[in-house]
């Protein structure tokens, strides 16, 4: 069998069971993104998109950052990212996926233990995967049994200790007991890494998210594509975390570095939330909205953010309840496994800044007339 042959075969295997991915196009009312203040296609980002061009701002680096890719809207972003976000300092990377790899295949030391929840993004598990550090995971947002996974652990080990969770979970959509795990940390001199990419944006006093005060030695990234709207990823933590990353991990030195106009355009976000709580507001009206009709029209609860999974638990229902919102001109997708563990393939629906308080309750309208249809 040919590998042409033999890949037909194991699409055709997704297919039979669901689970064949495609590219669709965006089609209908926003609630499948992750663009939770609106800011993408937004007046206020164009504008700050012709204030860098007329700033003769570039739109490609040229090279990595080490060697002539580095470029001054690089460093103040850093800078002014650093000073938001809480923190001594700060690393623009081309991504939420290259900053998880970095950050875990390089920080964690051969005979330190990386302590994760088992839900964390899959780009901390490829960092893991690539790093020296031992890894267990613990069932999900239990700080306790956290705790008894680190004291087994322990017994016969004494390396540094990494504890990595979200703060708000892509697929859950719960948020972590960061207060707790904060102490926990704390309590063994633990490094806490909180990957905000969920939360900047929309949790937080101006939008700096659920880590930001935190006591405790905390290592934060922050995606640049969602809330606020650009691209690219902010890992935000103690300088000599930071100037080890430049001079050690992979996915920063040997990458192109990310667009000096891009990141233009995030310090323009940053200072967008800085000077106002209007998008976060809105944000969270949107959200309060959203969890209010879903509970009313559909008996549906236990939401805690953006991110309102709404559990089918056979994958090709789940698609055919997506395809038909999608009818109905709303954009949600479903979403099966690999992505969230099996038997509970779902409707994500994110609530966005590009929808209002009444396509929110013609969404959840729609979804409970799906669910009296198949009662």
């Avoid at 012709?50 to 002539?68: E, F, I, M, T």
Wanted: aromatic fraction near 6%.
């Amino acid at each position: 069998m040919t590998a042409t042959a033999r890949l037909d075969r194991a699409l055709d295997v997704l297919k039979t069971r669901h689970r064949l991915r495609q590219l669709a196009p965006r089609h209908g009312l926003d609630f499948a993104s992750n663009d939770y203040l609106g800011l993408a296609g937004s007046d206020l980002m164009r504008q700050a998109a012709q204030d860098a061009l007329a700033r003769n701002v570039p739109l490609g680096s040229g090279g990595s950052r080490l060697l002539r890719g580095n470029h001054p809207e690089h460093e103040r972003l850093e800078a002014e990212a650093a000073a938001f976000f809480g923190a001594e300092a700060a690393l623009f990377m081309g991504g939420g996926f290259q900053a998880n790899q970095a950050i875990f295949s390089t920080l964690p030391a051969a005979g330190d233990l990386i302590l994760h929840d088992e839900l964390v993004h899959a780009s901390a598990h490829e960092g893991m995967r690539l790093g020296r550090a031992q890894t267990l995971a613990f069932p999900h947002n239990d700080v306790s049994a956290a705790r008894q996974v680190l004291a087994d652990w322990q017994a016969s080990n004494n390396g540094q200790v990494w504890i990595a969770v979200e703060s708000v979970y892509s697929m859950e959509g719960d948020l972590a007991s960061l207060t707790e795990l904060a102490a926990f940390a704390r309590s063994e001199n633990a490094v806490l890494v909180v990957d905000e990419a969920h939360a900047t944006g929309v949790f937080g006093a101006q939008g700096q998210g659920l880590a930001h005060g935190l006591d405790a030695e905390v290592l934060t990234l922050h995606t640049c594509g969602k809330g606020l709207g650009v691209s690219g990823g902010l890992i935000c933590g103690p300088k000599p975390m930071i100037d080890t990353l430049i001079n050690r991990a992979r996915p920063f030195i040997f990458a192109t570095a990310p667009s000096p106009f891009d990141a233009a355009l995030v310090r323009a976000a940053i200072k967008a939330l800085q000077e106002s709580h209007a998008l976060t507001i809105h944000a969270r009206d949107l959200m309060a909205h959203a969890h209010s009709e879903a509970q009313r029209l559909g008996g549906l609860g236990g939401f805690h953010s953006q991110i309102m999974p709404v559990i089918i638990g056979a994958d090709e229902p789940t698609m055919r309840r997506a395809e038909q919102l999608q009818e109905l001109g709303f954009d949600v997708r479903g979403i099966r496994p690999p992505t969230v563990p099996r038997g509970t393939s779902r409707l994500r629906v994110s609530i966005t800044g590009n929808v209002t308080n009444d396509d929110i309750t013609a969404l959840f309208q729609a979804i409970a007339n799906q669910q009296t249809d198949t009662q």
